[in-house]
């Protein structure tokens, strides 16, 4: 049989040992926190960026509406102001009335059936 250790090396030796495992395990839990407290972090960061991003995209959403109702006003602007030009009333020329009236003698022959 081999030499008997020291029963106060063992002792020494068993509680290094434990001393290690424990410093072991709260550097782990350390490390751990450490890992929890960033993914909180990222998490917080994307959640900024994504609230960021919408914001944004809602702005450009509300400018571009903004500009096709101007653009869409001022094309009906122009739209009333041809109808209301073409609703005016405008007396015929002389020369335009012969015609009407000649133009109507034509439509009145052809409408009864007589020659022209």
Do not use: H, W
């Amino acid at each position: 049989m081999g030499p008997v250790p020291d029963r106060k090396a063992l002792d020494a030796a068993a509680a290094a040992a434990i001393a290690r495992v424990l410093g072991a395990e709260a550097a782990a839990r350390s490390a751990i926190e450490g890992s929890r407290a960033e993914v909180q972090q990222i998490a917080e960061n994307a959640r900024l960026a994504s609230r960021s991003v919408a914001e944004r995209t809602e702005d450009r959403i509300r400018a571009v509406t903004a500009a096709f109702e101007r653009d869409l006003s001022a094309r009906l602007a122009a739209i009333d102001a041809e109808a209301d030009r073409l609703a005016a009333e405008e007396p015929l020329a002389p020369a335009e009335q012969a015609e009407l009236a000649r133009q109507v003698r034509v439509l009145v022959r052809a409408l009864a059936g007589v020659p022209p």
